[in-house]
């Protein structure tokens, strides 16, 4: 059976078990290696739904013997950073940060290489501007350690979905700043340390407060099964 094959069936199969819980199908991935992964995400599932979906797949599949070798079978939400399969489900992240991967590096266009457009790389971040039937646009940025999105300055990028390898969304966490550590706080310590080499004692405070970096701690509800 073909890896298409192979992919249209288990969705065929996994279809109406989705169905039966209220759910959506996100996307299936295949991942190969030593043992196949078969990867189902379902939008809006709980822990519960994805035993239960697990559960009845894994069987199902194991009666229409549908793989030779062996396989690990994961049920998963799509969770924050979620892939995307098809360009249609874009749609709902307008103005986000989404991160792409391409087959093969973007083209060079000589008209938009004049107007200073970037092309010839295989990996793209940027903000969602807009999609139509064929392509997606983004405006190409960077994100710092800090969580602050840093744009490149350069004109939108359109970008055909047929060369998508792999799309996601980016979550971005923001760290906390520490107390006084405002721009305008800096700005005033360095010049007061310009004038009498020394720092004003409402700089020297911030030293004694300590901050701790914390970020959501988010579970997927994985379930797995071997055979």
Known sequence: MTDSALYDKILDLAKPLADAQGLKIWGLELVPGGRLTVRLYLDGVNIDQCESVSRQLGLAMEVENLIAQAWTLEISSPGLERPFFELCQLKNYLGEIIEVSLASPLAEDA??????????????????????????????????????????????????????????????????????????????????????????????????VPTTAIQPNLSQGDSRRQA
């Not at 793209?124 to 392509?135: F, K, P």
């Open 111 to 208: 008209q938009a290489s004049s107007r200073g457009a970037i092309s010839g790389r295989k990996h793209w971040r940027g903000h969602l501007l807009a999609l139509d039937d064929n392509t997606f646009s983004l405006e190409p940025c960077d994100i710092t350690a800090e969580g602050e999105v840093i744009f490149e300055g350069r004109e939108a990028v359109r970008i055909p979905w047929a060369q998508v390898r792999r799309a996601r969304r980016v979550e971005i966490f923001r760290q906390p700043q520490k107390p006084g550590k405002t721009s305008a706080g800096l700005s005033r310590r360095k010049k007061s340390k310009d004038v009498n080499r020394e720092i004003i004692s409402e700089n020297n405070s911030e030293k004694s």
